[in-house]
C-alpha cells in the first residue's frame, strides 16, 4: 500500500477515537513522539522516587514509613509499566535508559528540588502527585494504545498517592505551631514548581499543536495548569493554609481562578540541568544502574536456564 494510503487510515483511526497499537502502521514522527514522551514519563517516575526515598528512613511512624514505603514502589512499578510501553515502539530499555543517564532524555524538572522536611512529604503526596494525576486522567484517552491502558492503572494508584501526602498535610495542620508553620512551608517550596509540571505556557511549546492532532495530549499545557490550579485551590481551604500567591483570586467572569505569572527562567534553568539536585538525581540513578549490573546478568541467565529446562523437557 501507499505511504498516502496508509498515513490516511492512520489519520482516520485518530479521529474515530481507536487506538494505534504497536504493530499498526504509524508514521515514524508520531512513533518518535511517543517514544520521546513515555521515556520521560517512564523516567520521571524512576527519578521521582529519590526525594521520597529520602525519607523511608526518617518516617515520624511505623505506620508512615510502611505507608511511603508503599508509595515509592508503586512509582518503581509505573516506571516499570512505562519503559515496558516505550519498547513496544521498537525501542531497547538501555536505550531508553542510557539517553537519560547521557543527560539527552528529560525527567520533571519538579524531582529537582530537594525534600527538607516530613512536610515535604506530604506536599509532594499533595500538590506533585495532584498534578501528575491531573494530566495523567487526560492520558488515559491518549492515541496509542500501550500507554492509555498503562495510564488507566496509575491512575487509580494516584489518585491514593494524593490522599496520603493530603492526609499528612492535614495532620500537621492541626498539630503544634511549629508543625502548622512546617505544613505552610512545604506548601510555599512546592506550589510553584508543581505548576511547572505541566510545561512551557502553550504559546512556547514546540510540541502541543502536533500532538493535539494525533491526539497524544488531549488537552494543552495551560488548560491542565488551570484546573489544576482550580482544584487546589479549593482544597488549601481545607487545610487553613495559603497558596503563595498574592495574585491567586476567583474569576466570577472566566469562572476559573486568575493566579500569578510563573518564574520561566527558573523553570529553564532547572529543564537545562541546573535546579538545586539535577547533578544528585542523575548521579544517583547512574549509581543504581551500574551497581545493579550483576542482577540484570543473573535474571537473564535464570531466564536462559528456565528457557533451556522447558526446552529439554
Ligand atoms: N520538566 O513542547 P512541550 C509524576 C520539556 S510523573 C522537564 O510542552 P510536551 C509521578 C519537554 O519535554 C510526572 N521538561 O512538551 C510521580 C520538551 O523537551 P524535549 C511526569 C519539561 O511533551 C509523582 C520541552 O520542554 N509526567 O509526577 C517539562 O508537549 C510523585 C518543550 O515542552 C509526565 O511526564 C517539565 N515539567 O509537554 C512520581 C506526563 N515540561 O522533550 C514520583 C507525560 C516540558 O523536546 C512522585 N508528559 N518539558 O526535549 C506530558 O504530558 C508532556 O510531555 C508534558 C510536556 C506536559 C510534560
Not at 529519590?50 to 509505573?78: C, F, M, Y
Amino acid at each position: 500500500m501507499a505511504v498516502q494510503d496508509l498515513e490516511k487510515i492512520f489519520q482516520q483511526k485518530i479521529e474515530q477515537e481507536i487506538k494505534i497499537e504497536p504493530k499498526d502502521w504509524m508514521p515514524e514522527a508520531y512513533r518518535k513522539a511517543n517514544i520521546r514522551q513515555i521515556s520521560q514519563h517512564a523516567h520521571s517516575e524512576i527519578v521521582g522516587m529519590l526525594p521520597e526515598g529520602n525519607w523511608i528512613s526518617r518516617a515520624p511512624t511505623l505506620k508512615r514509613k510502611q505507608i511511603l514505603l508503599a508509595k515509592v514502589q508503586d512509582e518503581a512499578g509505573h516506571g516499570l509499566y512505562l519503559y515496558s510501553a516505550t519498547e513496544t515502539l521498537g525501542v531497547t530499555r538501555e536505550e531508553t535508559i542510557n539517553d537519560l543517564h547521557s543527560g539527552k532524555a528529560k525527567y520533571s524538572s519538579i524531582f529537582n528540588y530537594p525534600t527538607l522536611t516530613w512536610a515535604d512529604i506530604g506536599a509532594i503526596g499533595w500538590l506533585v502527585d495532584g498534578a501528575a494525576i491531573v494530566n495523567q486522567v487526560m492520558l488515559t484517552r491518549t492515541s496509542y494504545g500501550p500507554y492509555a491502558r498503562a495510564m488507566v492503572r496509575i491512575c487509580k494508584e494516584e489518585s491514593f498517592h494524593q490522599r496520603q501526602g493530603f492526609e499528612i498535610l492535614l495532620t500537621l495542620s492541626k498539630g503544634s505551631k511549629e508543625q502548622k508553620e512546617m505544613c505552610q512551608d512545604a506548601i510555599n517550596r512546592w506550589w510553584w514548581p508543581s505548576l511547572m509540571m505541566f510545561g512551557p505556557n502553550d504559546k512556547d511549546s514546540p510540541h502541543s499543536e502536533q500532538s493535539m492532532k494525533w491526539k497524544i495530549k488531549r488537552k494543552s499545557n495551560d488548560e491542565l495548569r488551570q484546573s489544576f490550579v482550580d482544584m487546589i485551590a479549593e482544597q488549601v481551604k481545607v487545610l487553613g493554609m495559603r497558596l503563595p500567591d498574592d495574585h491567586l483570586k476567583w474569576n466570577e467572569e472566566r469562572k476559573h481562578y486568575d493566579f500569578g505569572e510563573i518564574d520561566w527562567k527558573e523553570f529553564w534553568n532547572v529543564v537545562k540541568g541546573n535546579g538545586p539536585c539535577n547533578k544528585q538525581r542523575l548521579d544517583a540513578r547512574r549509581k543504581a544502574w551500574k551497581e545493579g549490573k550483576w542482577v540484570r546478568e543473573a535474571a537473564a541467565a535464570y531466564a536462559e536456564k528456565r528457557k533451556a529446562r522447558q526446552k529439554a523437557a
